[in-house]
């Protein structure tokens, strides 16, 4: 008898708890590309934890990823010659062009240039606030299509 009021207890008690949302889990690992202190052109930030979780996530991750796109959270990479941190954001966009196959033009008309007086692209992007919004918008229109027609 004890051990089917036992088994009845576990039964109710697996049944009915849900797992958490991933949203905050999701928001950490993004959240920790601050933490990035390297980024290499071609191999992007491969090796650091944040990056490879986040990289590795799968789709679920795309919708964190975006909203990072105004962070201007500083990551730890720097740049002697321009003197400059790239930010959250930076990370994020090139990580979003990866995960989604596009390229930066793709995204000249909200406003966004990558130069080339630098070999590496992190250090290169010009964008302000207002065209980090559009992009934004654009990247989740992006999403909502893809979900819509798979």
């Not at 400059?84 to 954001?89: C, F, G, L």
């Not at 930066?104 to 000249?108: L, V």
């Given at each position: 008898m004890r051990t089917l009021l036992a088994s009845l207890t576990a039964l109710a008690f697996w049944t009915g708890c849900q797992e958490p949302p991933r949203t905050g889990q999701m928001d950490d690992l993004v959240s920790g590309l601050a933490h990035l202190h390297?980024?290499?052109?071609?191999?992007?930030?491969?090796?650091?934890?944040?990056?490879?979780?986040?990289?590795?996530?799968?789709?679920?991750i795309l919708p964190v990823l975006i909203a990072h796109l105004t962070d201007e959270t500083p990551t730890a990479i720097y740049e002697k010659v321009s003197q400059?941190?790239?930010?959250?954001?930076d990370a994020s966009f090139l990580m979003l062009l990866q995960l989604t196959k596009h390229r930066?033009?793709?995204?000249?008309k909200e406003g966004v240039f990558v130069s080339t007086v630098f070999p590496n692209?992190?250090?290169?992007?010009?964008?302000?606030?207002?065209?980090?919004?559009?992009?934004?918008?654009?990247?989740?229109?992006?999403l909502e299509e893809q979900k819509q027609n798979p």
């Open positions: 390297e980024w290499d052109s071609a191999m992007q930030g491969k090796g650091h934890y944040a990056y490879d979780a986040v990289m590795g996530y799968g789709p679920d400059r941190n790239p930010s959250v954001a930066w033009q793709d995204f000249s692209p992190i250090f290169c992007i010009k964008w302000d606030r207002e065209t980090k919004f559009k992009v934004q918008a654009r990247f989740m229109s992006l």
